[in-house]
């Protein structure tokens, strides 16, 4: 398996939405590397038929009756917002220049 | 100090019908001893994140005005208790270790403080926790680590080290906890405690900050075996709102506590795992763990070795499937809705905002756990990483069932070594995980296990700690098998270990 770069580990943050900075690349790079190198044993492991397992238990189709149950009041769900206004959560502007 | 605070939670159950004691005066003795002992950041044990003393001694009264009334919620009605900060409790603070989620006050209980209310246990307060449950020593608290009582430069395990150090210290009679790889289970080995981690979907995730939906389970924090049983028979049992919950009664766990605490396991079948043992586990600990099994050995159990070949693939497995889920649990902190919302200089747009909130919010192996779950499921990796643990997993959980095939119950030290010192693997993950190397297995295929006390390691006085796995929704053989090793170390020790805590100092108010 690939040793994870550090402008991979940039492109990840920039994924997963995370301002890394440059002192921090610096110092997961190749923390996450080593990580990586400790899993590659499992692609040695046989396994090619062998159903994926994706939840301790099989449990599939579960129901509830289709019921009106009380939920939270717009006052309780803006209560902890950054912002809000109109019973509205408020956000920062969602598109750029170019777009 | 207040003699009622070293007493079981059986016992202050007792102690309450008798109308030897109220609720008001235990609740206020473990609120005393919280100021006397807890500290904060710098000093003291630390366990707790956020102490109500006003909302639990209200609690306190109204079981009081039941007791009265000939009306108690339950055997357990007036006993407090502590919460890990992970679980949402209506007008308290719930942070999950994060400065992402500082001063959140949740609109919701989880469905496990919702039970823990109305069977009339005070809540004393919110326990310290690695950020979002990830590590294995409470230093990835964002508040500042909790401190091992019986060593305060040693780390109390993790993620749950609050919740097993406020026991420990008989800051709380009881605790809950929540157990994704270990986070129950090793506090409780490195803290000379028990620690249960029920069988997955034995009880409720709502509420739960979820770290890792397919291996999260909460469970009991307690001094005794038996606590822990009564305490899961209160928080189990099946809720509509957790759609993996499993539909069935929670069983009688303190009935079997109670027939294990007789000592007798003629008949039962103890498998060693081979696996779990050997290199790289420190030798005070194999030696108690070797105690404990001539000690089931003489009660009558049948103790034999049993082989579980994939377990050796456990970590890479977890280290794998755990971060994928949590980089995918993690992205509703998005900084829209609640939570800590940095907004960086000029006219930044939504994702922006994002980008920094979310760097400043989550601490460094929350980052690390991101972006390894962001690598695992990336196009190209997922069927080489997030695929193939998936199989591992199934080939892990196939090994379980083939040892159940020839035994009841299998064994192996809860954790490989016992605390360490405070700071001593902060920067080094991979040292860091190894902690969990016996609890992992668990967690993947779901079964329940629960680690108890077996002694103190010689080379340096600290406590180790003896797990015990069971088949899935076998919970009570944990219960019958941890009762009865129980009662024997503790004939053989002349009572609980943690009459053996040293005194701990005083911290200044």
């Known amino acids: 398996m690939p040793e994870i770069t550090r402008d991979e580990v940039a492109h990840l943050a920039d994924l997963a939405r995370i301002d890394l900075s440059d002192a921090e690349l610096d110092h997961l790079a190749p923390q996450l590397s080593v990580i990586l190198e400790s899993v590659a044993s499992l692609s040695e492991v046989t396994s090619a038929d062998v159903p994926p397992t994706s939840h301790a238990l099989p449990l599939t189709n579960v129901f509830r009756e289709d019921v009106v149950r009380p939920g939270l009041t717009a006052e309780q769900a803006l209560a902890a917002a950054p912002a809000s206004e109109q019973q509205r959560f408020m956000v920062p502007r969602i598109l750029g220049d170019e777009q | 100090m207040s003699s009622w605070i070293k007493k079981s939670a059986a016992e202050l159950a007792d102690a309450l019908a008798a109308g030897e004691v109220t609720s008001v005066e235990l609740t206020q003795a473990h609120l005393d001893r919280i100021a006397a002992v807890d500290g904060d950041a710098d000093s003291g044990v630390h366990a707790f994140l956020h102490v109500d003393a006003e909302g639990a001694l209200a609690q306190a009264k109204a079981s009081d005005e039941r007791r009265a009334a000939g009306i108690p919620a339950s055997r357990l009605d007036g006993v407090p208790i502590a919460v890990k900060d992970i679980l949402t409790t209506i007008g308290t603070p719930t942070t999950a270790g994060s400065k992402i989620l500082e001063g959140w006050i949740p609109p919701y209980d989880a469905t496990v403080v919702k039970k823990l209310k109305d069977a009339g246990l005070p809540i004393l307060g919110k326990t310290n926790m690695d950020e979002f449950a990830m590590g294995s020593s409470t230093e990835q608290s964002a508040f500042g680590p909790t401190r091992n009582p019986w060593d305060q430069s040693r780390i109390p395990g993790g993620s749950g080290g609050g919740s097993a150090a406020a026991v420990a210290a008989f800051e709380a009679p009881l605790a809950i906890g929540t157990d994704t790889g270990g986070s129950i289970r090793q506090p409780g080995a ?150 800590l919302r940095v907004v960086p200089d000029g006219d930044p747009s939504a994702e922006d905002v994002m980008r920094a909130s979310r760097d400043a919010g989550f601490g460094d192996e929350v980052k690390r756990r991101i972006i390894l779950g962001t690598y695992a499921l990336s196009s190209g990796y997922y069927d080489a990483y997030y695929g193939q643990a998936q199989k591992v997993r199934t080939l892990i959980t196939q090994d379980f069932d083939k040892a159940f095939e020839s035994v009841d119950v299998l064994v192996s030290p809860t954790s490989p070594t016992t605390a360490f010192k405070l700071g001593e693997k902060t920067d080094d993950p991979l040292a860091m995980y190894l902690n969990d190397l016996a609890t992992i297995p668990a967690n993947l295929a779901g079964v329940p296990g629960i680690s108890l006390p077996n002694g103190l390691a010689e080379e ?24 009865a090793l129980e009662a024997l170390l503790e004939k053989n020790w002349g009572g609980p270990i943690l009459d053996r805590l040293p005194e701990l100092e005083g911290v200044q108010a």
């Open chain 2, 460 to 483: 340096d006085g600290l406590p180790s700690g003896f797990q015990i796995l069971a088949p899935v929704t076998e919970d009570a053989r944990l219960y019958r098998v941890g009762a």
């Open chain 2, 190 to 339: 490195v803290t000379g405690t028990v620690g249960v981690k029920p069988t997955y979907g034995g009880v409720s995730r709502y509420g739960l900050i979820a770290m890792a939906n397919s291996l999260d389970q909460v469970g009991p924090v307690t001094r005794t075996v038996l606590d822990s049983a009564l305490l899961h028979e209160v928080i189990g049992g099946h809720d509509p709102l957790d759609s993996t919950s499993i539909d069935a009664p929670v069983g009688d766990l303190a009935d079997a506590a109670r027939h294990g605490a007789g000592g007798d396991l003629t008949g039962v079948r103890v498998g060693v795992i081979t696996e779990l043992g050997g290199e790289g586990y420190q030798a005070g600990v194999l030696a108690k763990f070797n105690e404990s099994l001539e000690l089931l050995r003489s009660a009558g159990a049948e103790v034999v070795e049993v082989s579980c070949p994939h377990f050796v693939h456990a970590l890479a497995t977890y280290y794998l499937l755990m971060p994928s889920e949590a980089s995918s649990n993690l992205a509703k902190f998005d900084a829209m809705r609640f939570g």
